[in-house]
Every structure is written in structure tokens, then in C-alpha cells.
């Protein structure tokens, strides 16, 4: 247990500057939302980034699985969530006879720990988390412990539907009152949640969120995304670039350029594969993973500066560009002398876009309900 601990604890899923980035992105995208509105947006998009992290339970189980951890890990200024976080509660809430197969998937996508050793270490759990057995009122040895417990009571529609507003009621508050934008709302708490509006204050500068303006196209422009999810598919990668300062300093670059920092990094794969740690010569080729100046062999300072070098090339020949050239492509003919380096770039691109979450897409999806 004590191992599988200690590799959860290390995974976040909701931490401050995940949410500072959630409450920037809403407060830039719906300047015209009251109060009310951009906290039903919030809460919305914070559950799904909790669903997204749970192990593959049945909706019922999820909802409980939600509910208690918001219950336990969220204050009225913080929220911090964190992968062991969730299995304690998963062990708490699902029958272990029920979900073995449903654990041992997740905590291969979670953990190092994986084959024989993983699934010794499952069992172990899951025996743990059985509730201990009254001993027999009889001479006979006591039978051996059975390794199930009963299913929890089916949760009626009407109380399902309760714990779903439990929920959603929990993360208003906490967005309510630890939002830096909305002064007056913790003071006023009760009108807003009775849909009572207020007048917006007026929306940051887009360019102190995303950078200035280019012609990128807007989904090759800067995006907020889950960093933890990125930092967990370079780590599985065993990219050199899932540690600082490399994944800070690209990050910041995408930010100061407007560049979406998936492109930047789907750059380092095409270039160098995201520097994998095994390479003997690894920490001096991060200092410098898109070739920029020809190589890192011929120039190498450091990862923020080629990384800026890299964005600000991007955003010079992203200009000019005829309507039907993939806008990747348009960029290949001067950045590298490889025709076909953009489809390598596009693909892994696309990948990243498909395995690492999106701050917008779960904001998106919900901004209709509020309006």
C-alpha cells in the first residue's frame, strides 16, 4: 500500500494554478456572465475534470466518489486533489468485489508499478478495504474471511439526482468565494445561488492571458490545459521534458506568444522525440529540442530562449497564408527542410490534443447551461 501511496500522492488533478487557470478562462471567455453564471460554468467543468480522473466505476459510483471528495478536499478558499485521493474514496465506496478490473486499469495508467507486482499489490488493497468479520460464538475454527462485500443500496433517481445538486452547490460556493475577480460575491452568496445577477466587472486584457495577437488559426492559438495530464504523458514518455526547467519555461513561452503550447511541445517530438531521459547527451539537448539555428549541436543556451526562438518563428510563418494550406504545413516550407516534417508535427499534434485535456473543451461544453 505504501508504495502505491506514495506514487498517487505525487499525481495531481486539481491544484491552485489549475483553477487559477480554469477562473482566467471563464472570466476572459464570458465577460458578459453574471456571477451566477460563470460559477455554474466553473462547477461543471471542475466535475468533469474529476469524472475524467475516476477509475471506469458505473455513473452511481462516480457521483458518490465525487461527492464525498469534494466533501473532504475542498474548503472555502482551496481545493487541492490528488490521485491517492481518489482511490481512498473509490476504496470506500465501491464493492472490492466489484472493482478489481476497474482499479487494476487505472492504477496502470497512474502508477509505475505495473504486471505481477501490480496485481499482488491490488489484491492486497482491496482485502484491506473488507470489513473485518465478527468473530464466531462457536468451538469451530472461525470459516476463512470472504472477499466481497455487499453492494451499496441502490441509490433511488430522486436521491442520485440530490447528490448531483449536492455537488454542483459545493463547487458554486467554492467558486464563489475564492474567485479573485468577484469582490462582492462572498458577501452575497445567497442571492447569487437564488439566480439573482450581477454586473460583471470588466473582463481581463486577452493579451495578459493568451499573449498578443498573430495569425495563427485559432486552435493552433495559446489554449489553458491540464497540466498535470501533460506532465503525466511526457513522464510516460520518459521525456526529459516533463521536468523543470523545461516544462515550465515551454509552457511560459506558448503563454507570452500565443502559441498553443501542444504545438510547441508536438515540435520537440518531431525534432527529437521529447528527449528522452536515456539518451546520453539528453540534458544538453533540452536545452535546445526544436533545432532552432539548424541544431542544438550548433546552438545551445537554453530551453527559454529556443523555446521563444521556436514561438516566434511559428508566429512569423503563420503569416500570408493561403486559406487552403494546413497551417502546420505553411510553416514546414521555412522551418525545416524536411517536406514532410509538418505531417509529423500535425500527428503528434493531434495526439496530444486527444490524450491531454483541455481546460476549453470541458469550459465549452458547459458555457450553454449558463446562459
Not at 490528488?82 to 476504496?91: N, R
Not at 503563454?255 to 522525440?273: D, K, M, R, S
Amino acid at each position: 500500500m505504501k508504495r502505491i501511496s506514495e506514487a498517487l500522492e505525487e499525481k495531481e488533478i486539481i491544484n491552485a494554478a489549475i483553477i487559477q487557470h480554469v477562473k482566467q478562462y471563464i472570466h476572459k471567455k464570458y465577460p458578459q456572465y453574471s456571477s451566477q453564471e460563470r460559477a455554474r460554468v466553473f462547477a461543471k467543468a471542475l466535475q468533469q475534470m474529476i469524472e475524467q480522473s475516476l477509475p471506469d466505476y458505473d455513473e452511481e459510483a462516480k457521483v458518490l466518489i465525487r461527492s464525498r471528495l469534494l466533501q473532504r478536499h475542498m474548503s472555502a478558499s482551496s481545493f487541492q486533489l490528488t490521485a491517492l485521493h481518489i482511490l481512498e474514496a473509490s476504496l470506500e465506496v465501491v464493492p472490492a468485489i466489484d472493482s478489481k478490473a476497474e482499479l487494476l486499469q487505472w492504477l496502470k495508467e497512474k502508477t509505475p508499478i505495473q504486471g505481477e507486482l501490480l496485481e499482488s499489490l491490488v489484491e492486497e488493497l482491496l482485502v484491506e478495504s473488507l470489513p473485518e468479520e465478527p468473530a464466531a460464538a462457536s468451538e469451530e475454527p472461525p470459516p476463512p474471511p470472504i472477499r466481497e462485500k455487499k453492494s451499496p443500496k441502490k441509490l433511488q433517481p430522486k436521491m442520485l439526482a440530490s447528490v448531483c445538486t449536492v455537488i454542483a452547490g459545493l463547487l458554486l460556493v467554492f467558486y464563489l468565494f475564492s474567485s479573485p475577480f468577484l469582490k462582492e460575491d462572498a458577501a452575497d452568496v445567497s442571492h447569487q445561488l437564488e439566480g439573482e445577477t450581477v454586473v460583471a466587472e470588466p473582463p481581463l486584457e486577452e493579451e495578459a492571458v493568451t499573449g498578443p495577437p498573430n495569425a495563427l488559426p485559432a486552435n493552433l492559438q495559446f489554449q489553458l490545459i491540464n497540466e498535470n495530464m501533460l506532465h503525466e504523458w511526457l513522464t510516460g514518455r520518459d521525456s526529459l521534458l516533463a521536468d523543470e526547467p523545461y516544462f515550465s519555461a515551454i509552457l511560459q513561452t506558448a503563454q507570452e506568444f500565443n502559441v498553443h503550447p501542444l504545438l510547441l511541445f508536438a515540435i520537440t517530438g518531431q525534432e527529437q522525440g521529447f528527449v528522452p531521459r536515456t539518451h546520453e547527451r539528453a540534458e544538453t539537448i533540452a536545452n535546445n529540442p526544436f533545432n532552432v539555428f539548424h541544431s542544438w549541436q550548433d546552438f545551445n543556451t537554453d530551453v527559454k530562449e529556443s523555446s521563444e526562438i521556436a514561438a516566434r518563428t511559428v508566429v512569423n510563418l503563420s503569416e500570408n497564408r493561403p486559406p487552403d494550406i494546413d497551417p502546420i504545413q505553411w510553416i514546414n516550407r521555412k522551418y525545416a527542410e524536411d517536406e514532410n516534417w509538418w505531417r509529423g508535427v500535425r500527428a503528434l499534434f493531434e495526439q496530444l490534443r486527444r490524450d491531454v485535456q483541455q481546460i476549453e473543451q470541458h469550459i465549452g461544453k458547459e458555457a450553454d447551461i449558463a446562459s
